[in-house]
């Protein structure tokens, strides 16, 4: 009676992965308390996911965009003005083979963001989005890696290198502080807001995942006196999370989910500005595992039948973080005299190409910058700066899954003579990387009486195209070690096509597992 041994395999399966185009789309009614709008200037926003809901065949997705709308008013009043409001979208995304209890990681940008003035008291706003969505499955499958109580059972067995799941979990940050502006500076409204999440990090210990980052807010406003200022400032954002046995050997993959943000004058302080932002966090860890799986069985004396099963995983799989630094100048005409009051930097990857031992990405900065004339007056240039990010000295690289996320680390300009402007930007590049494998296992093994004893002593067999001494040995009831001994091959793996191999009769050999 054959005995199966079973070992469990927690795997992290890949269900889908979608990326797609969406839209928010509002109007907004200006509040008495502000001036008509004549023209807008400048459009930026934050995008926050509040719900997210995985059901089957589908993902909906809940979120709004805090929209920041800098404007120059319709009248005497030459002084540009702000607006903020929020537009809600909802999105139903079509995911085949998704189902309720599955796991979905999104990351949201805004691609852009435009708001087109209605009339002088309406303002209509249009956001389009890029969602980048992965479904995960986290699953507990058994495998058989051994045989016991058949001497005559032949076994053919891959050792594999596995990154097995160990854990997830998720947690929620709730971030906030007062941030103080310059001491000179009565502030009267909000002008425009960014947020990202920068330097990010981890460390595991005692059962937790510490997750580490800041959240940079940079927040243009103006003052009492009609004064256009930016201030710069970073929130830590510390979060535990709970994955038993997690250790520090472990691969961890962290994403970072805005759900809400508050950016808002405080009422208690003229000289500061309240921020909160919750924060969802989820993290999964995964260990390198090595498994002896066995991919196929027979018997010469004994019929054998068993059923297979195909199970997808990951392996060698690695996460790597590098600096590009990009010092090119840009020229931008007619800003001598300019006060430069900000820039925008967004990185977005154009293309990828695996190529042999590496992945090239092509990648532009998208730049939006923010002048002041003596006048106080606002004036927009935009610019790109193509450059290309390259990992190299991989084994395989078009093989690879991977998934690269940029944003900017720092940023520094310097205004030259004849509108030159010198830019020094770092780019941070989060790369996760792995292989797919599709492992094909035997599932159930069963004895189906006797094999039919083969009358012949020895047979020749001429090799062909595509044999291997494992399919030849399993046709005729011998073995593979009793072929290499009687043909005196000493590797195994290489036989050819056109060769005369003598296949002999089984006889109960010591070895009988091939591997």
């Known amino acids: 009676m054959i005995e199966a041994q079973r070992e469990n395999l927690s795997i992290n399966k890949l269900i889908a992965e979608k990326k797609e185009i969406i839209f928010a ?13 004549l023209n807008t200037i400048s459009t930026s926003g934050v995008v926050s996911i509040y719900k997210k809901e995985v059901q089957s065949e589908k993902v909906r997705l809940d979120g709004t965009v805090n929209a920041y709308i800098m404007y120059m008013p319709d009248g005497a009043d030459d002084t540009v003005r702000g607006l903020n409001t929020s537009v809600d979208f909802s999105e139903n995304l079509n995911i085949p083979n998704c189902q309720e209890g599955m796991e979905a990681i999104s990351n949201i940008k805004i691609k852009s963001i435009e708001a087109k003035v209605i ?4 303002i209509g706003i249009k956001a389009t989005l890029e969602v980048n969505l992965k479904i995960y499955s986290n699953e507990e499958v058994e495998i058989i890696n051994e045989v016991q109580n058949e001497e005559d059972v ?21 971030a906030k502080d007062n941030i103080q502006i310059d001491s000179m500076d009565n502030l009267a409204e909000i002008l425009q807001a960014q947020v990202c999440l920068v330097d990010k990090d981890i460390k595991i210990s005692y059962n937790k995942v510490l997750t580490k980052a800041e959240a940079e807010i940079k927040i243009m406003y103006l003052t009492e006196d009609n004064r256009i200022n930016v201030v710069t400032y970073k929130i830590p954002v510390v979060g535990f999370i709970d994955i038993a046995d997690v250790s520090e050997e472990n691969i961890c993959d962290v994403n970072y989910e805005i759900k809400n943000i508050i950016i808002k004058p405080n009422s208690q302080d003229e000289h500061s500005i309240y921020v909160e932002i919750e924060i969802e966090v989820t993290c999964c860890a995964y260990e390198e595992k090595q498994i002896n799986l066995i991919q196929d069985m027979y018997s010469p004396t004994q019929n054998l039948t068993f059923e297979k099963k195909q199970i997808t995983t990951m392996t060698n799989k690695q996460n790597v973080t590098n600096i590009k630094q990009i010092r090119e100048k840009v020229n931008l005409n007619d800003i001598q005299g300019l006060n430069l009051l900000d820039v925008e930097t967004v990185p977005t990857i154009l293309n990828e190409n695996k190529i042999n031992t590496k992945i090239m990405y092509e990648a532009e900065l998208n730049m939006k910058f923010i002048f002041e004339n ?14 290309e990010y390259t990992i190299e000295n991989l084994q395989n690289g078009e093989m690879l899954n991977t998934n690269c996320d940029m944003g900017i680390k720092s940023q520094d300009f310097i205004i030259q003579d004849g509108g030159d402007i010198n830019c020094n930007i770092d780019v941070q590049a989060d790369t996760s990387m792995y292989r797919t494998a599709n492992l094909n296992m035997i599932d159930s093994i069963q004895e189906d009486g006797e094999r039919e ?36 091959i000493e590797d195994r793996n290489k036989i050819y096509p056109g060769q005369k191999l003598y296949i002999p009769k089984f006889e109960k050999i010591s070895e009988k597992a091939y591997e």
Request: no cysteine; aromatic share 6%.
């Open 25 to 37: 789309e509002g109007d907004m009614i200006v509040p008495d308390s502000k001036p008509d709008i």
């Open 119 to 122: 009339n002088g008291r309406k």
């Open 154 to 174: 032949q076994i053919l067995k891959e050792d594999l290198k596995l990154n097995s799941l160990v854990g997830t979990g998720t947690t929620k940050i709730y």
């Open 374 to 387: 003596s006048q106080k007056q606002i004036n927009i240039k935009d610019a790109k700066i193509p450059f």
């Open 453 to 488: 004893e083969q009358d012949y002593s020895l047979v020749i067999y001429i090799v062909k195209k595509g044999d291997t001494l494992w399919n030849i040995a399993k046709e005729f009831g011998s073995t593979v070690d009793g072929i290499a001994r009687t043909n005196g």
